[in-house]
């Protein structure tokens, strides 16, 4: 056997529960309905688990055929978010005819500002209630977000942090948590792409790959932020856990002892991507990931961009 999909994520709302599905079409931004949606405080700025870590326990659903490449939704499609002590919150996934749209102006993810579609009061008094402060729900408004032009130019993304796409092994999973005391899911590193059958950390090499119809891009190795830290069953951070462990051995130092450049501080694990047909894709042609697909590595770098 080769390397295969094993899981697919999404998370429709950033920094909240993510969703695993079967099968996720490919649009211009990643997947489709990834990060498409964030909160944000009164400033405008987006709120994530690094300094809310309740939003770990949102949990978001959206109707099953909107991972359908076809899928166009209609006047009875709903994002469906829940949270513990809270009523179910849903969001429509189109606007009533004769309703317009809100859009607001000074919307920010970290380097990024812009505007965004505001929707509405139900849902800005819903993350307020459950944040304890002033809040909004925002969507990604059409416009244009692009990601680090010295690693991937041209390519954009809505409210992820930085890339489309992140992939992770299942070996790397095993080998970080061969170290640690208690094990940690997945969850822990919100994957986009879990793949199985290969060794540990083979991803950060790969460079060009085939996931059914589509060609992928190894650009660079996925810094980790605390929300590793952050226990997504219960919205706290019990320890330093598995920041610590991967420092021994996944930190700039580490992966580069002879680069005098390296000693950042940072961590890694995963591989961010972009899928080279995506400039072209648009939802509905066909483009997808679905579990159980083969990837097929085309090309390999010794020395992965980090």
């Known amino acids: 056997m080769g390397v295969a999909v094993k899981s697919i994520y999404v998370y429709p709302i950033k920094s909240c529960g993510g969703i695993s599905v079967a099968e996720a079409p490919i649009c211009s931004t990643g997947f489709r309905w990834d990060r498409q949606w964030v909160v944000v ?15 770990a326990l949102v949990q978001t659903q959206l109707p099953h055929e909107a991972f359908s490449h076809h899928y166009q939704p209609n006047n009875h499609s709903f994002l469906e978010i829940k949270a513990p002590g809270m009523q179910v919150l849903k969001v429509p996934l189109v606007k009533s005819i004769g309703s317009a749209e809100k859009v607001v102006d000074g919307i920010s993810v970290w380097e990024w500002n812009g505007s965004a579609v505001d929707e509405g009061a139900a849902a800005a008094q819903w993350f307020s209630n459950y944040l ?36 992770l092994s299942q ?45 992928f ?43 005098n450049n390296s000693n950042k501080g940072k ?30 590595v085309l090309q390999i770098t010794s020395s992965p961009a980090a």
Not at 180 to 186: D, N, T
Not at 267 to 293: E, I, W
């Open 267 to 296: 961590v890694y694990f995963g591989q961010n991507m972009v899928c080279a047909d995506s400039l072209a894709t648009k939802p509905g042609n066909g483009k997808t990931v679905k579990v159980g697909d083969t990837l097929l």
């Open 41 to 55: 405080n009164s400033k405008g700025r987006a709120y994530t688990q690094r300094v809310e870590p309740k939003l």
């Open 171 to 215: 070996g790397s999973m095993d080998a970080l948590n061969a170290r640690l005391k208690e094990s940690v899911p997945v969850n822990r590193f919100r994957p986009n792409i879990l793949v199985d059958g290969c060794e540990a950390f083979s991803e950060d090499g790969w460079r060009e790959m085939k996931i059914n119809n589509a060609t």
């Open 217 to 259: 891009k190894g650009v660079k190795l996925c810094s980790r932020c605390k929300v590793p830290t952050i226990n997504q069953e219960t919205g706290k951070a019990a320890s330093s856990e598995p920041t610590d462990a991967l420092r021994a051995f996944r930190s700039d130092k580490a992966l580069r002892p002879y680069d």
């Open 132 to 167: 304890g402060n002033p809040a909004r729900l925002v969507r990604f408004n059409h416009g244009v977000r692009k990601v680090e032009a010295d690693y991937a130019p041209g390519y954009n993304v809505m409210f992820a942090d930085m890339y489309p796409f992140l992939l």
